[in-house]
């Protein structure tokens, strides 16, 4: 006796992984539109001198 998965089983499970896989690729090319590299490095840098100065006399 063999467990087999019915048909609508295996074309639900394809479906699903088809839409998990476009979905993450729709969502990749969202992404790009984004400017993460330049808020990234904008946090991470240090302050200069005068923006430090700047701060202080507030």
Avoid: A, C
């Amino acid at each position: 006796m063999e467990n087999t998965l019915p048909t609508w089983h295996v074309i639900l499970i394809i479906v699903m992984v088809l839409g998990f896989i476009i979905s993450n690729i729709m969502l990749l090319k969202y992404m790009t539109r984004f400017d993460v590299k330049g808020k990234l490095d904008k946090q991470t840098k240090p302050e200069s001198k005068s923006e430090q100065e700047e701060k202080e006399d507030k």
